[in-house]
Structure formats: structure tokens, C-alpha cells
């Protein structure tokens, strides 16, 4: 097995390629949410169906799924640097094609591949910083890291209404794509300069039934959700045993792969030997259940129910945004010192915000609820700041930097399978209500942000069980034999 490049010491540039790295990270995770606001301009713009213009948001988070293990394994193998730069510029070709789409069909095609594009690029993120930095700089890095995962998703309706404000008409659109063009050519030549070099830690043959098996397992599951808007869960309802089943094969296989000595594409040891992963990544699927959810759920009762344009709907949830980035960068200076209890009182802050928001805006007045909700999603925004960053730093830390992509793919796709769930069953059990209420937009937005806070509390649930088993591990570790040795000569003294 090749180790891989040896440092003397750290690289005196991490802290600007980290800067480069979170910028890509911003802009690829922004396109997740950011087009959701320009789909009715875009349907008048290429005479679309709205099934048809859906795939524009569907299919770029289907194959952002997709790509994001074995891209993390290709970076681990092959060099996480040739990766970045390949699926970067990949990206801003992508964009440019979506921006000049000249039919829906075409514009879909781009997304698609666009998807590949940030599922490459979003594993190396959290490797690079597995990579570049140690000790508490590495918690400070997934603290900048947090943030820009908790602004990125929840500024995204805002800067899209932005731009279709300054960018009028139905072709306004357009520039949601052609925005990424300048910012990725610059991160692309920044990321040339800055990235440190290096062959991957490890090579090995692809594992390609493990490939089919991961990758038809998650196709089969998200598939109906990202189709939900169009009756996707009804009809494909028989993709979601055919998918477990696939992921339980693949669970099955890379262990015969890892037990015989070859190069699983996750190894299975991550899960069973890595403290704190395997429930650093249950808490982070479940909570992007409620997290990715709630975006939906606030654009449909402030546009549809209230009236509000993009724009003003996009900053009504502001505040939690800011929340989120102050704290994220606080969180990643106190992950040392606290560990999994900063998770678990960043949960009980997102339950805290979130419930207030859903009692507010269920039973006061539209008008005024929604200049109370603003303390209460600060608040939450407080929480998930010290939820997302602290949760990332603690399931990475003890993975070994050969396996930092791969294990940084797993837990990201695991947010995209959660984020998935949340997208399609908040909005869609606001619709249920709204129907089953007579058009009643207080009880929908209010029995949908109970549901987020249920996503929360389970997630709670997983944290609290983390940080006891912390708690028990640490008390029955043995003191150092300095410290019994001064204990002795203290009582004989």
C-alpha cells in the first residue's frame, strides 16, 4: 500500500486553499436551492411543462448523490487536487450550458451533468481539510466549513430572487447559471496555485460491483422523491424496498471485499471501528430531514400562502441564516473542548427555534407572525450552526486522511438522502393539510414545522446517545500513570 506524500509540517498555504475550497463548496451547494425560485420563468421562457422543468432541480441533486462515494474514493486514490480541478472546470462548462439552453431538454441534460460535476467536488472539500489541517486549526476549518454549508442552503431563495430582481424578464433565469461562469474560472486558477499536489493515498482496482450496487441503491431511493411533486412516492413506491435491497447487498459485498484484503469502495470499517461515524452520520441523514425540508415549506407560505415576492420570501428566513453563520464559525473554536455536547445543545437550539416559529406562525396573525418568527429562527439558526460543523468535525476526526474522501462521500450522501426525504415530505404534508383544512395556511405551515422538529428530535436522540457513550468511554479510561503515581504519594505523604 502506498502511504501516500509525507509533510514535514503543515502547508503555510492551507488556510488560503481552504478559503478557495469553501467557495467552490458555496456555489455548489447553492444550486441546490437556488433555482427552485426561477423554475415559473423558466417554464414561460422554454415553454415547459412543470414536470419537465422540475428535473432542472431534481436531477441536479439526483446526480449530486449519485457521484459523491465514489468521487471521494477516486480522490483517496488518485489525488484529490486532479479531482477538484477536473470536476471544477467541469462545473463551469456545465453552467454555461445551462445558462444558454436553448430548449428544456438541453437545460435538464446540463443540470445532470452539472450534478456529476458537484458530487465530485463536494467530497474533496471535507478530505482537503482532513488533509491540510490537525487538532484545534481542524476544528476551526469544519467551523468555516459548517457555515458555509448552513449559508449556502439557506440563502439560496434569497440570492435567486436577487438575481431574477436585477435580471428582469423570462430570460432573467439565465443568469442564476452564467453567475457561476467568473467565480468558478477564478477558483479555478486560485485552486491551480494553491491545492497541494501528491498522488492519492492508495491505489487499488475500482470496485465496480460495489459502484453498481451503491450507485442503483441510491438511484432507487431518491428517485421517487425527487419526483414527488408529480406523484413520484405513489407511482415508484416499489424503487424504495428495491433500493434497500440493493444497499443491503452492497453493505454485504464490501465486507466480503474488505475481509478478503482488497480496496472496498467504503470500507466497512469506518462504520464498525471508527468512533463516532456511524452515528455521526445517522445524526446527519436525519437531521437533513428537517433542515432541507423547512426551505420548501417557508417558500410555499410565504409566496403562495402570504403573497410574498422571492426576494421578500427569501429574506423572512434570513435570520437564520446569520444565526447559522455566526455560530458555525464560534462552534468550530469550542468542538476541542465540548465534543458532542455542542451537538446536542445545538439540536435542543433548532427544536427551541423551530417549535416557536411553528406557534407563531400557526396561531398569530400572518402579518405579525411573521416579524415574531424572527427571534425564533434566529434562534434555530443559532443551533444549526452548532449542530452541522461540530457534527462533521466529530465524525471525521478519527478517519484516517487515506480514507477522508470516501468516508466525507458516505456522510454527504447520507445528507442527500435526508435532504431528499425532508424536500419531498414537508412540502408534501403542508399540501395534505392545506387540503384536508380547507385552504388553511396557518395549520399547514404549522403541522409541517412540527414535523421538521420531530426529524430534530430524533436526531437529539442519536447526539445524547453519542455524548453518554463519550462520557462512559472517557471514565473508564485509565488515568496516566503520572497522575495515580502523584495520587499515591499525596495520601502517603
Known amino acids: 500500500m502506498n502511504p501516500?506524500?509525507?509533510?514535514?509540517?503543515?502547508?503555510?498555504?492551507?488556510?488560503?486553499a481552504l478559503a478557495v475550497t469553501l467557495v467552490v463548496g458555496f456555489m455548489?451547494?447553492?444550486?441546490?436551492?437556488?433555482?427552485?425560485?426561477?423554475?415559473?420563468?423558466?417554464?414561460?421562457?422554454?415553454?415547459?411543462?412543470?414536470?419537465?422543468?422540475?428535473?432542472?432541480?431534481?436531477?441536479?441533486?439526483?446526480?449530486?448523490?449519485?457521484?459523491?462515494?465514489?468521487?471521494?474514493?477516486?480522490?483517496?486514490?488518485?489525488?484529490?487536487?486532479?479531482?477538484?480541478?477536473?470536476?471544477?472546470?467541469?462545473?463551469?462548462?456545465c453552467s454555461m450550458a445551462a445558462g444558454a439552453?436553448?430548449?428544456?431538454?438541453?437545460?435538464v441534460a446540463a443540470r445532470l451533468a452539472q450534478g456529476v460535476a458537484a458530487g465530485c467536488l463536494a467530497p474533496q472539500n471535507s478530505a482537503l481539510i482532513q488533509q491540510l489541517f490537525t487538532g484545534a486549526e481542524r476544528g476551526r476549518a469544519f467551523g468555516f466549513f459548517g457555515a458555509t454549508v448552513g449559508i449556502s442552503s439557506a440563502v439560496g431563495p434569497v440570492t435567486g430572487g436577487l438575481i431574477l430582481a436585477l435580471a428582469s424578464g423570462d430570460e432573467g433565469w439565465r443568469w442564476i447559471f452564467f453567475v457561476n461562469v467568473p467565480i468558478g474560472v477564478g477558483a479555478l486558477v486560485l485552486a491551480a496555485r494553491l491545492l497541494p499536489g501528491g498522488r492519492g493515498a492508495r491505489r487499488g482496482s475500482l470496485d465496480l460491483v460495489g459502484v453498481t450496487a451503491l450507485g442503483g441503491g441510491v438511484l432507487l431511493v431518491m428517485l421517487p422523491l425527487v419526483q414527488a411533486d408529480s406523484g413520484g412516492v405513489h407511482r415508484l413506491w416499489w424503487m424504495f424496498p428495491a433500493g434497500a435491497a440493493l444497499l443491503a447487498i452492497f453493505a454485504l459485498w464490501e465486507r466480503r471485499v474488505a475481509r478478503r484484503g482488497g480496496e472496498p469502495l467504503l470500507d466497512p470499517r469506518l462504520f464498525s471501528e471508527t468512533h463516532g461515524f456511524a452515528a455521526g452520520a445517522a445524526l446527519a441523514a436525519v437531521y437533513f430531514v428537517g433542515f432541507s425540508g423547512v426551505w420548501l415549506v417557508f417558500a410555499l407560505f410565504f409566496q403562495d400562502g402570504l403573497g410574498f415576492s422571492p426576494l421578500v420570501s427569501g429574506l423572512c428566513v434570513t435570520p437564520f441564516a446569520i444565526g447559522s453563520a455566526g455560530a458555525a464559525v464560534v462552534a468550530g473554536r469550542l468542538v476541542?473542548?465540548?465534543?458532542?455536547?455542542?451537538?446536542?445543545?445545538?439540536?435542543?437550539?433548532?427544536?427551541?427555534?423551530?417549535?416557536?416559529?411553528?406557534?407563531?406562525?400557526?396561531?398569530?396573525?400572518?402579518?405579525?407572525?411573521?416579524?415574531?418568527?424572527?427571534?425564533?429562527?434566529?434562534?434555530?439558526?443559532?443551533?444549526?450552526g452548532f449542530v452541522i460543523s461540530p457534527n462533521v468535525t466529530m465524525t471525521l476526526?478519527?478517519?484516517?486522511?487515506?480514507?477522508?474522501?470516501?468516508?466525507?462521500?458516505?456522510?454527504q450522501t447520507g445528507q442527500r438522502l435526508g435532504g431528499?426525504?425532508?424536500?419531498?415530505?414537508?412540502?408534501?404534508?403542508?399540501?395534505?393539510?392545506?387540503?384536508s383544512s380547507g385552504g388553511d395556511i396557518t395549520d399547514a405551515v404549522a403541522v409541517a414545522l412540527g414535523a421538521a422538529v420531530a426529524a430534530v428530535a430524533v436526531a437529539l436522540a442519536i447526539a445524547v446517545a453519542e455524548w453518554r457513550r463519550d462520557g462512559r468511554a472517557v471514565a473508564a479510561r485509565p488515568l496516566p500513570p503520572e497522575v495515580t503515581h502523584g495520587h499515591t504519594h499525596a495520601r502517603h505523604g
Open 397 to 411: 476526526k478519527e478517519v484516517p486522511v487515506r480514507m477522508a474522501g470516501a468516508a466525507g462521500g458516505a456522510l
Open 336 to 384: 476541542e473542548r465540548l465534543g458532542r455536547l455542542l451537538t446536542v445543545l445545538g439540536l435542543a437550539g433548532v427544536m427551541v427555534g423551530l417549535s416557536a416559529a411553528a406557534l407563531l406562525l400557526g396561531f398569530a396573525v400572518p402579518p405579525v407572525a411573521v416579524w415574531a418568527a424572527v427571534p425564533a429562527l434566529l434562534v434555530g439558526g443559532i443551533g444549526s
Open 101 to 107: 439552453a436553448p430548449t428544456v431538454e438541453l437545460l
Open 28 to 93: 455548489i451547494l447553492l444550486d441546490v436551492t437556488i433555482v427552485a425560485v426561477a423554475l415559473p420563468s423558466m417554464q414561460r421562457g422554454l415553454a415547459a411543462s412543470p414536470a419537465e422543468v422540475q428535473w432542472v432541480v431534481s436531477g441536479y441533486a439526483l446526480t449530486f448523490a449519485l457521484s459523491l462515494v465514489l468521487a471521494g474514493r477516486l480522490g483517496d486514490a488518485i489525488g484529490r487536487r486532479r479531482i477538484f480541478l477536473t470536476a471544477l472546470g467541469a462545473f463551469v462548462l
Open 4 to 16: 501516500g506524500p509525507v509533510q514535514a509540517g503543515p502547508d503555510p498555504r492551507r488556510w488560503k
Open 420 to 435: 431528499a426525504v425532508g424536500t419531498a415530505a414537508l412540502p408534501g404534508l403542508y399540501y395534505l393539510v392545506l387540503a
